[in-house]
């Protein structure tokens, strides 16, 4: 039994030496974290971890010879068109993850899964296609402009679809 007391009290040692080396090594984290990073991060009520950007003119509200303007519509429209096609390449592959799991059942499970890439690959496709891989703000204003146009011209196509 004398024994046991013995290595009841061994036991105890080891126990209180961790705790102490525990608190050596995490007493000064622990204090530079809530002396200096907390109050940091609680003055910046800013939830998310990626940076987000002003939105800024776009390039119709510019002026013809402001550099800066169209310099900044031009990073707003590659920011917004990334974005776009992080849209599209998520939905396509939600698509093709459900047809892989669902099998010969995809066409009813995964309908909804379907219609929304579909439909956000057109409206990429509207905003984006066929002005080439280097396009600009300019080219896909001019896109924008002249499908307006065309659909005034023809109103009853607009109707049908």
């Given at each position: 039994?004398?024994?046991?007391s013995?290595?009841?009290n ?24 809530e ?11 800013y ?10 003119p ?11 303007c ?19 390449k ?6 093709n993850?459900?047809?892989f799991?669902?099998?010969p059942?995809a066409?009813?499970?995964?309908r ?7 439909k956000a690959?057109?409206?990429?496709f ?22 307006l ?6 109103p ?5 679809s």
């Open positions: 039994m004398a024994s046991d013995g290595d009841d061994e036991g105890h040692r080891y126990e209180k030496l961790a705790l102490a080396l525990f608190k050596v090594l995490d007493g000064p984290v622990t204090a530079l974290r002396k200096f990073v907390e109050p940091i991060q609680s003055r910046n009520k939830p998310y971890y990626h940076r987000r950007f002003r939105r800024v776009t390039i119709d509200e510019c002026e013809f010879n402001d550099a800066v169209i310099y900044e519509a031009e990073s707003q429209y590659r920011r917004d068109k990334m974005v776009d096609e992080q849209i599209v998520i939905l396509r592959n939600r698509k993850e459900c047809k799991w669902e099998g059942d066409k009813v499970k995964c909804k899964v379907s219609e929304d890439y579909d690959a057109t409206n990429w509207i905003k984006y296609g066929d002005i080439g891989a280097n396009a600009n703000v300019i080219s896909a204003y001019m896109k924008q402009k002249h499908r146009i065309w659909e005034r011209r023809n009853e196509s607009i109707m049908r």
